[in-house]
């Protein structure tokens, strides 16, 4: 079973860079058609696609977020990175990282809250 565990700061200032970290457990970030995603909720807001990225190392980006938003991954640790340029308020929420087995979501992190502040 897929467990995953997000870490990173609670608190960034706008024009910052956020970078959250997914550490993934009980199957490796290279297994064939695992994707690895983030996923956030703002207030007030729903559930928002963010990117991806894969078992082959290719990544995927929600179109509005694809000109701040990349995907890393350090397969030694078996983990995951989102960074998140030139935040603002608006990128205020709870950020999740997901696992997906071709096309089902197979396991989610508690999330971690972030909040864009001066």
């Known amino acids: 079973q897929v467990q995953l565990q997000e870490s990173g700061p609670g608190l960034v200032k706008p024009s910052q860079t956020l970078s959250l970290t997914c550490t993934v457990s009980?199957?490796?970030?290279?297994?064939?058609?695992?994707?690895w995603n983030w996923i956030r909720q703002s207030p007030g807001k729903g559930l928002e696609w963010m990117g991806a990225?894969?078992?082959?190392?290719?990544?995927y980006y929600s179109p509005p977020l694809k000109n701040r938003t990349s995907i890393s991954r350090d397969t030694s640790k078996n983990q995951f990175t989102l960074h998140l340029t030139s935040v603002t308020p608006e990128d205020t929420g709870v950020y999740y990282c997901?696992?997906?087995?071709?096309?089902?979501?197979?396991?989610w992190g508690q999330g971690t809250q972030v909040t864009v502040s001066s």
């Open positions: 997901v696992g997906q087995q071709e096309i089902q979501f197979d396991g």
């Open positions: 009980g199957v490796s970030i290279t297994t064939n058609y695992y994707y």
């Open positions: 990225i894969a078992y082959s190392d290719s990544a």
